[in-house]
């Protein structure tokens, strides 16, 4: 069928299922913000847009008087970025799918963008195309491959003055906004588009659904592409592919449209931070429960890295991800290509979550319990009923539960004074 540029025939798209089955992403915030790499990836409008004065007080410290946002673009090196070790790492850390910033708010372009003069990758900084340089890296790992894109930028003159003029002129969007958008399509045909910076103008100001028409009709990825709901000021949580609804986002229950939760390694910003303390980072097992609970409900899970202004994922980050791997190489069964069951999570604790694929139903367990036998008063037994533990040989014996569901013994653990790394999955086979 072919598309027209409104919601109710855009959004009757059936979500290509490479997406659904991925379950686990990495996103990359990357940028000129990654120089003065300070607060957060809003380092200009905090520092321009709103005169806050820690940000003015720090670059007065930093940096000699009269210093300009655009002078950070050339400090911004990309001298030790090396995309092929980009992508092993996402790769072992599990990803399916890796999405990159290719321009954000700042409106610096990672690739030469050519209507965003000088104010792009290869004109200044690295002085090299990181869009295509990672997307080559990623394809040769066979991971697919999300481009972020901001359609608002803060200090863009043509779009202040369409701002001024409340959205009824379009000179950015005409000029600036959809040729990028158009060119990132056309030069790197991304599996998924990652749209943000959308809040402040109607979706009919960025002309939304007609460039989504595009890309679902006569695009060259018009069938594998996969886009979010950031596409005007309401679209969120209402309109696009999958459904982000905010960062950081979760249901408390079974939303009943994909979506995807993003999370970032560094609690308090999206790029990097020097004055990033160890207290400020997500540990394993906090990363481990968001997953678990994201997936149990349905949803994708996008972890983020911001890298430095010389392309180096600092080792903090690679630890967590390579943690992440390794859960995920022992219990990724329970996780990829899997679907919420009819029961997400137990009542009693939230500890307990819930996956499935066909007949097959996983219980995900977030604490060993401390007598080493697991209740689960969901799952109903039946006397073929088989339980095994992923990443453990045999199979569990297990008993009815005397009120409802099952008592399942445990593999006795050696005593230790840590508590065990998080997260453990029982495969219950024969379970309704």
């Not at 594998?224 to 596409?231: A, G, K």
């Not at 943690?323 to 219990?331: I, K, P, S, V």
């Not at 992923?390 to 230790?416: C, D, R, V």
Request: net charge neutral.
């Amino acid at each position: 069928p072919r598309y027209s540029p409104d919601w109710a025939s855009l959004d009757a798209r059936p979500l290509p299922a490479w997406f659904d089955r991925a379950k686990v992403g990495v996103f990359v915030h990357w940028g000129v913000f990654s120089v003065p790499a300070w607060g957060s990836e809003w380092f200009w409008w905090h520092w321009q847009g709103q005169h806050d004065a820690a940000y003015e007080r720090f670059v007065r410290r930093r940096f000699p008087p009269g210093t300009t946002y655009a002078e950070f673009a050339p400090r911004f090196t990309a001298y030790d970025f090396q995309p092929r070790q980009w992508a092993q790492l996402f790769k072992r850390a599990g990803a399916r799918y890796v999405v990159l910033t290719t321009k954000h708010h700042e409106g610096f372009t990672n690739w030469g963008s050519p209507v965003s003069w000088n104010w792009n990758s290869v004109d200044t900084g690295p002085h090299r195309d990181l869009v295509g340089e990672l997307g080559e890296a990623l394809r040769e790992s066979n991971l697919h491959y999300g481009l972020y894109h901001s359609l608002m930028e803060w200090f863009n003159p043509l779009y202040l003055a369409d701002k001024q003029n409340d959205f009824k002129t379009q000179s950015f969007v005409i000029k600036k906004m959809m040729p990028e958008l158009y060119d990132l399509v056309l030069k790197y045909k991304p599996d998924l588009i990652w749209s943000d910076g959308d809040w402040e103008a109607p979706d009919s100001y960025w002309n939304s659904t007609s460039f989504l028409a595009w890309l679902y009709n006569d695009s060259p990825v018009k069938d594998t592409v996969v886009v979010n709901d950031r596409w005007g000021r309401g679209c969120s949580c209402h309109h696009g592919g999958f459904y982000n609804c905010a960062d950081k986002y979760r249901p408390g229950t079974l939303p009943d449209h994909k979506w995807e939760m993003c999370s970032s390694l560094d609690r308090l910003s999206w790029g990097y931070r020097s004055n990033m303390s160890l207290a400020e980072v997500m540990d394993e097992m906090s990363v481990i429960e968001e997953l678990v609970q994201t997936v149990s409900l349905g949803g994708n899970y996008l972890l983020n890295v911001g890298p430095t202004k010389e392309g180096v994922i600092v080792p903090i980050f690679q630890e967590r991800l390579l943690a992440l791997g390794r859960w995920l190489e022992t219990n990724g069964e329970a996780i990829y290509e899997s679907q919420p069951w009819r029961v997400q999570m137990e009542n009693t604790t939230d500890r307990v979550r819930y996956t499935s694929k066909g007949p097959v139903v996983f219980a995900i367990f977030l604490l060993w319990p401390r007598d080493n036998v697991l209740c689960l008063p969901s799952p109903i037994p039946s006397p073929g009923t088989q339980v095994t533990l992923l990443g453990f040989a045999g199979t569990l014996e297990w008993q009815k539960h005397p009120g409802k569901g099952m008592l399942i013994n445990l593999p006795y653990m050696l005593p230790s004074p840590l508590p065990p790394q998080s997260g453990w999955v029982v495969k219950l086979e024969g379970v309704k």
